[in-house]
């Protein structure tokens, strides 16, 4: 395997990894953006791999032609200097939010589902994520390297064993939705711009540090059809169960059938998916600290990381019904000078 090609794997690992969460694991965030609209869903699933693949990579490229350090850069390039300048202070402030609760997830899920502390949980995530981000954007595609197969493994795995109950019907938009007809659209669009937000935190320096066009374009393509298979496996799975839609947490109700050996495989993979995008985050914080002060980086790390265990004590609920809305409205803004700015970049 030639270089190139590692990078451009490690690249696609990387998005997946950074994108996906705790509310994609769950499937909720799957329910809430595509199963509920119905086969139309399924539509919105490939509108949605289309917008990773083409606004993904041309975020990476864009980074890469002004050699962005950090979100910093490729904001005020999209902004101007003073709109730039007030973009990213909203961003530091949602992303430390939404990083904490990605921590407060994580202690979450080994207190409900293994019995731990919470303040266990939360302090093993922590020297976790210390200890991968040592070797900086190496190790941060490392751990996304090891986890993004896992994932995309039990995905297809619990949809197979879901397939004699599949309602096939899904895949075709052959009947109707109590919806207005463009919903689903604006949810797809909305999911996109929403995850590529929060995506920018790791996206940004790699593809500023990588600079090279072909390998950015191949790991984006890559990266984007890999979510759109996770997308559909998981859609596919939890489509016309009987409590998809009432329930918090529709993946679990669907492995409480198949066992204890795969419900702990659950368990690892949403502690993974959580882990992934908790350290993506930290990364990318900690590029953007790291410009603005001029700091030890061991430092600059330990306050970052007792900063969000300190808001993480907020709890998990409160933190994303406050925060996830707001991140919403600035990722459209932010989707959309994307979609306009340099939109030869991809030719």
């Known amino acids: 395997m030639t270089q190139a090609t590692r990078q451009s794997l490690q690249i696609a690992a990387t998005f997946v990894g950074t994108v996906v969460g705790a509310g994609f694991a769950t499937g909720k965030e799957i329910v809430q953006f595509f199963t509920q609209y119905g086969a139309w869903g399924t539509i919105g699933i490939f509108f949605s791999g289309l917008l990773f693949i083409w606004a993904g990579t041309k975020m990476m490229l864009l980074a890469a032609k002004i050699k ?71 190790g941060l595609m490392a751990v996304n390297a090891m986890v993004v197969p896992l994932m995309i493994l039990f995905t297809m795995g619990v949809c197979i064993l879901r397939f004699p109950f599949i309602h096939w019907s899904i895949l075709f938009p052959t009947y109707p939705i109590d919806h207005l007809p463009y919903h689903w659209l604006i949810s797809a669009f909305t999911y996109v711009s929403f995850n590529l937000l929060t995506a920018q935190a790791v996206l940004v320096p790699l593809g500023g540090d990588l600079r090279q066009t072909v390998v950015i374009k191949r790991g984006g393509l890559l990266g984007g059809v890999l979510l759109a298979i996770l997308l559909l496996f998981s859609h596919t799975a939890l489509a016309g169960a009987p409590f998809t839609l009432s329930v918090q947490i529709p993946m679990a109700e669907l492995i409480k059938a198949l066992g204890t050996v795969v419900h702990l495989l659950y368990i690892l993979v949403i502690f993974g998916e959580i882990f992934t995008t908790f350290i993506g985050n930290i990364f990318g914080l900690k590029r953007h600290l790291g410009q603005l002060f001029h700091i030890k980086e061991a430092i600059l790390m330990a306050g970052l990381l007792g900063g969000v265990y300190v808001i993480s004590q907020i709890g998990y609920g409160p933190l994303i019904t406050h925060l996830y809305p707001l991140f919403g409205y600035l990722g459209l803004l932010f989707m959309f000078f994307v979609m306009i700015k340099g939109t030869r970049i991809l030719s």
């Open 68 to 138: 962005a350090g950090s979100y910093k850069d490729l904001n005020v390039y999209l902004f101007g200097e003073t709109v730039g300048r007030l973009f990213n202070g909203f961003i530091l402030i949602v992303l430390i939010g939404v990083t904490a609760v990605m921590l407060s997830g994580a202690g979450a899920v080994f207190q409900e589902q293994l019995g731990f502390p919470l303040q266990a949980g939360l302090f093993l995530t922590i020297l976790l994520c210390y200890g991968a981000l040592k070797n900086g954007l190496k």
